[in-house]
């Protein structure tokens, strides 16, 4: 396993945007995005990618740091 370093976030950013350390996505309920997804879709508020991680990704509930996958806090 790799060592990871995390930057500390700068002092102007929100700590409701940095990422929690062990967390992953099996943590997450990852039907209940798809649902969340498919509901903007049919209501015409969401035009980006399908699949969940993409989603999540894309809205930076997510970030990727090397082969790992970590959530942001709400």
Do not use: W
Not at 29 to 37: G, L, Q, S
Request: aromatic share 6%.
């Amino acid at each position: 396993m790799t060592n990871l370093s995390f930057i500390d976030p700068p002092s102007l950013r929100s700590m409701d945007s940095s990422p929690i350390r062990g967390t992953s996505l099996e943590l997450l309920d990852m039907d209940e995005v798809t649902t969340h997804i498919d509901r903007a879709v049919e209501r015409g508020r969401y035009t980006g990618p399908a699949t969940a991680k993409e989603y999540l990704l894309r809205k930076q509930c997510i970030i990727e740091v090397e082969d790992a996958t970590y959530e942001n806090s709400p």
